[in-house]
């Protein structure tokens, strides 16, 4: 069941006729469609279609050409979860290490937590259901469980806008219902949700907006009225 929109909302985003070229090859050519404010928005599509590459232009991380427009209505805090996070299973960093560092960029890890902070951290992975793993080594954590730990650091600060790369790769069933109740929640409370997700009877039932892309954009729109069988398997029937 779709979560209602909060009037309080985050901000709304405008991809206008976006270009991505690497090496020749054509990523993304004249993308355009629009998230609506305080709203879950799936972005879905084919493996290699330029999903992932779109959201790296999003945060600026890749160049682009046409516009991408973040229409802020106040408070521009932004929360990121990647699909996977390359990390050195060898270094001795607990997860609460893990939070302090991507927590606190003007304090150095090695001198832990301020105490005000310290609570919002265990709440954060208390949401996340990792609180009682806070002392175990990060490069212990299984594939799901880091991603719990990345869910939980997206969330502080609290954000206005969430961005969201597969997030629930490598989660089980319980890991994916506690993702999926904060992303609704946020919602409920204002925040705006763009998010790429493989699962479409997910997206069907929660999304307010869905955006398919392979390279282009294929369809956008109501996920009841866009996401038709004949559709979905004209779209996914050749990957």
């Not at 973040?70 to 001795?92: E, H, I, M, R």
């Not at 607990?94 to 302090?100: G, L, Q």
């Not at 799901?144 to 790369?165: C, F, N, Y």
Request: charged letters at 20%; a neutral charge; one cysteine or more.
């Amino acid at each position: 069941m779709k979560t209602e929109i909060s009037l309080e909302k985050g901000p709304s985003i405008h991809f206008n006729n976006v270009g991505l070229k690497l090496g020749g090859n054509q990523i993304l050519d004249k993308v355009a469609f629009k998230v609506e404010s305080g709203s879950i928005h799936c972005i879905i599509g084919p493996n290699g279609g330029g999903k992932t590459s779109l959201l790296r232009c999003l945060l600026g991380q890749m160049p682009h050409s046409g516009d991408i427009t973040v229409c802020w209505n106040g408070k521009s805090t932004v929360g990121y979860v990647p699909q996977a996070l390359d990390f050195d299973d060898t270094l001795p960093m607990t997860v609460v290490d893990f939070m302090t560092m991507v927590g606190q960029k003007r304090r150095p890890a090695f001198l832990g937590l301020k105490k005000d902070r310290s609570a919002e951290v265990l709440q954060a992975l208390k949401r996340v259901g990792m609180a009682e793993k806070m002392e175990r080594p990060f490069g212990s954590l299984s594939g799901g469980e880091r991603q719990r730990v990345l869910l939980a650091q997206s969330l502080m600060p609290s954000p206005k806008l969430l961005i969201l790369d597969e997030p629930a790769t490598g989660l089980d069933k319980a890991g994916a219902a506690i993702m999926h109740k904060i992303i609704e929640d946020l919602c409920a409370a204002g925040t705006t949700v763009l998010i790429i997700h493989h699962d479409l009877a997910v997206v069907r039932d929660m999304a307010h907006g869905v955006t398919c892309i392979n390279r282009s954009v294929l369809f956008s729109g109501d996920p009841q009225q866009e996401l038709t069988t004949e559709r979905i398997f004209t779209v996914f029937s050749s990957n």
